[in-house]
Antibody
């Protein structure tokens, strides 16, 4: 079964750091581009970051650029999101999602159940 | 950044009835549009990509149409399990990749 399982969420103070992980199984992880997408409480979906299958190409939303770092370990079938200088507005459920590339962009066909990050003092 | 606008915000429909959801892009996205379904406490689920192609395992009562800036998701006969929030997402100009604000389909 194709599966993504996030972990690492929790309560953190403003200015703090957190590292999210996403464990992939049931497919050849190293062949797929991956993303982090978040959803603030009661809000819609917001794309956060993208990483290519090899890890050589990375993009971020402006809202997290310079504070978040995406990475992957294909040997461990894992995706990561290092989040520094956290703000209250980063409070959200964070999903990892598998990308299916198209001519110009991609859609996401497999999503994890998400991990909750709460930034509060 | 391409802005995606979904309407209505909430759609009240009786089981068995047809539901029509709209998604508008601020500029043309060709057919590079996906639809997702999200139930409370669950992750989004891919329904449609390429504006009109159903994803694996998606029932035929879900159909997508449109191109350019105007898109529609139609649920031909609503089942109890279809009451959820639906999001559109463009991937024609994907930095950043953008989603619509969602349409909640609720029981009338």
């Amino acid at each position: 079964e194709v599966q993504l399982v996030e972990s690492g969420g929790g309560l953190v103070q403003p200015g703090g750091s957190l590292r999210l992980s996403c464990a992939a199984s049931g497919f050849t992880f190293s062949s797929y581009e991956m993303n982090w997408v978040r959803q603030a409480p009661g809000k819609g979906l917001e794309w956060v970051s993208y990483i290519s299958s090899s890890g050589s190409t990375i993009y971020y939303a402006d809202s997290v650029k310079g504070r978040f770092t995406i990475s992957r370990d294909n040997a461990k079938n894992s995706l990561y999101l290092q989040m520094n200088s956290l703000r209250a507005e980063d409070t959200a459920v964070y999903y990892c999602a598998r990308a299916i590339p198209q001519q110009f962009g991609y859609y996401m066909d497999v999503w994890g159940k998400g991990t909750t990050v709460t930034v509060s003092s | 950044e391409i802005v995606m606008t979904q309407s209505p915000a909430t759609l009240s429909v009786s089981p068995g009835e047809r539901a029509t959801l709209s998604c508008r892009a601020s500029q043309s996205v060709s057919s590079n549009l996906a639809w997702y379904q999200q139930k409370p406490g669950q992750a989004p689920r891919l329904l449609i990509y390429g504006a009109s192609t159903r994803a694996t395992g998606i029932p035929a009562r879900f159909s997508g149409s449109g191109s350019g800036t105007e898109f529609t998701l139609t649920i031909s006969s609503l089942q109890s399990e279809d009451f959820a929030v639906y999001y559109c997402q463009q991937y024609n100009n994907w930095l950043p990749l953008t989603f619509g604000g969602g349409t909640k389909v609720e029981i009338k």
